[in-house]
T-cell receptor, first 114, second 114 residues
Framework: DTEVTQTPKHLVMGMTNKKSLKCEQH?????MYWYKQKAKKPPELMFV???????INESVPSRFSPECPNSSLLNLHLHALQPEDSALYLC?????????????FGNGTRLTVT | DQQVKQNSPSLSVQEGRISILNCDYT??????FLWYKKYPAEGPTFLIS?????DKNEDGRFTVFLNKSAKHLSLHIVPSQPGDSAVYFC?????????????FGQGTELSVKP
């Protein structure tokens, strides 16, 4: 069982829909991340939150909007997505920064944009 | 520019034998290396890490070797088990750089045959 919980597991949305992905961890980790992963490819970093503040945005289009309501929760708000945004969206957390301590990943949300 | 390379997309090994997964990197500033395992429909799971001050780290059946002069690391799994069949990603970062971005390789799909 993963200690990072992501909901929903699967999501199908149209290009005009607004939806949100949710992530929760109770390990006391101070850094949380959103990654995107396409089939047969490595995870691609999207956003990093450190101590509930956005510290890295990897030039992600504004149709993806992250939010960190508290140290245990991380959301990713989706609006006006494109079919090419279909992917596995992974949330991760770490005790310290990503290059200092291991990332713990959730099982992801499989997103399909129609 | 791919800073972390896994040149073998796939590897097939007989159960009970040793699996050796290889990873090369180009950035001499990298000082922290990790291996992750990923099953289909799950997030990556942290396996083992190594700091650049070491050349070997062992955890049960898993051993990571680091050759800094060759900018090469490898993951040895012995004995290999069918449950080890998964995609393995190596990752690297420059920790000294305030916890730099984690860079993933492209992954190697390991198949352990009974």
């Amino acid at each position: 069982d993963t200690e990072v919980t992501q909901t929903p597991k699967h999501l199908v949305m149209g290009m005009t829909n607004k939806k949100s992905l949710k992530c929760e961890q109770h390990m006391g980790h101070r850094a949380m991340y959103w990654y995107k992963q396409k089939a047969k490819k490595p995870p691609e970093l999207m956003f990093v939150y450190s101590y509930e503040k956005l510290s890295i945005n990897e030039s992600v289009p504004s149709r993806f909007s992250p939010e960190c309501p508290n140290s245990s929760l991380l959301n990713l708000h989706l609006h006006a997505l494109q079919p090419e945004d279909s992917a596995l969206y992974l949330c991760a957390s770490s005790q310290e920064g990503q290059g200092i301590s291991p990332l713990h990943f959730g099982n992801g949300t499989r997103l399909t944009v129609t | 520019d791919q800073q972390v390379k896994q040149n073998s997309p796939s590897l097939s090994v007989q159960e009970g034998r040793i699996s050796i997964l290889n990873c090369d990197y180009t950035n001499s500033m990298f000082d922290y290396f990790l291996w992750y395992k990923k099953y289909p429909a799950e997030g990556p799971t942290f396996l083992i890490s190594i700091s650049s001050i070491k050349d070997k780290n062992e955890d049960g059946r898993f051993t990571v070797f680091l050759n800094k002069s060759a900018k090469h690391l490898s993951l040895h799994i012995v004995p290999s088990q069918p449950g080890d069949s998964a995609v393995y990603f190596c990752a690297a970062s420059a920790r000294g750089n305030q916890g730099g971005k984690l860079i993933f390789g492209q992954g190697t799909e390991l198949s352990v045959k009974p």
